[in-house]
């Protein structure tokens, strides 16, 4: 009897010790935008279970335009995106033309298009501080490009202003704060262009080798940025901590791979 009642006695005390270890056995919840544990900008919903979200912080390079993409102090709070996928289904849901639409009024509105996207440009004035655009920050969704491209505008304008912090958007797509290749990332997924967060270095070979038409991903092992219909999509120049990713000024492009979606 002793023997029985010892051997439930140590079943339970090792029980007790896996449930205890399991609640608080590490230092805190670390934000996914904050892969180092430190202190920052608090954490967003916890989306999915840990299995399915992609590990890609531990490949993560320093990004050598930290400093000029205007990083968010330990202050910040900023809620969490919605999810990627969200941004393109209201594009849709707002009644953006069909791919077959828009095949068949490109040759028409081509001569419409540079006139209207030379205005667009002329009418950019960057915020001082950086190069960041000015009022809400998003640019208008292009009419005449193909839908892939339109929800990808309407991804990169959700996060736009979402402070800077190195590994955001990368333990999730929705988060709080996104790096260079967390937001490039999220405006891609929008597009369905992307199904997992990619590093800088992954996006390197994202796609197709060379320039697209209507968009071009820039990546090394360090940082990466967008032109989208012309306009560059950057967090390294920016104008502030809630300034925008869209900027007015385009950048050198020396050291970068250029990639594009096929088609696109």
């Given amino acids: 009897m002793r023997d029985f009642t010892t051997a439930t006695a140590l079943c339970w005390a090792l029980v007790a010790g896996l449930v205890l270890g399991g609640c608080g056995g590490g230092a805190g919840v670390r934000s996914a935008g904050d892969p180092a544990g430190r202190a920052g900008i608090a954490a967003g919903p916890a989306v999915g279970t840990p299995s399915s979200k992609?590990?890609?912080?531990?490949?993560l390079v320093a990004d050598p335009?930290?400093?000029?993409?205007?990083?968010?102090?330990?202050?910040?709070?900023?809620?969490?995106?919605?999810a990627p996928a969200k941004a393109g289904?209201?594009?849709?849901?707002?009644?953006?033309?069909?791919?077959a639409e828009v095949k068949a009024e490109l040759q028409q509105m081509a001569a419409v298009e540079k006139s209207a996207q030379q205005a667009r440009h002329a009418a950019l004035t960057p915020v001082p501080g950086g190069q960041s655009i000015g009022g809400n920050g998003t640019i208008p969704i292009p009419a005449d490009v193909p839908e892939a491209i339109q929800?990808?505008?309407?991804?990169?304008?959700?996060?736009?202003?979402?402070?800077?912090?190195?590994?955001?958007g990368h333990g999730s797509f929705i988060d709080n704060a996104y790096d260079c290749s967390g937001s490039v990332s999220y405006a891609l997924a929008a597009g369905g262009l992307l199904s997992s967060p990619e590093t800088s270095g992954e996006l390197e070979s994202w796609g197709a080798p060379g320039p697209g038409k209507y968009m071009t991903v820039y990546a090394n092992a360090g940082h990466t940025y967008m032109y989208v219909d012309g306009i560059l999509y950057d967090t390294a120049?920016?104008?502030?901590?809630?300034?925008?990713?869209?900027?007015?000024?385009?950048?050198?492009?020396?050291?970068f791979v250029a990639r594009h979606y096929p088609g696109l």
């Avoid at 335009?65 to 919605?82: F, K, L």
């Avoid at 929800?151 to 955001?168: H, L, M, Q, R, S």
């Avoid at 901590?241 to 950048?251: C, I, K, M, Q």
């Fill in 151 to 168: 929800k990808v505008v309407a991804g990169a304008n959700e996060i736009a202003d979402f402070p800077y912090v190195f590994g955001g």
């Fill in 54 to 59: 992609k590990a890609a912080t531990a490949h």
């Fill in 237 to 255: 120049g920016r104008s502030g901590v809630y300034a925008s990713r869209w900027l007015v000024t385009p950048t050198n492009n020396t050291g």
């Fill in 89 to 99: 289904a209201e594009l849709v849901a707002a009644g953006a033309p069909s791919d």
């Fill in 65 to 82: 335009q930290e400093a000029s993409s205007y990083p968010a102090p330990a202050s910040t709070h900023h809620a969490a995106a919605a």
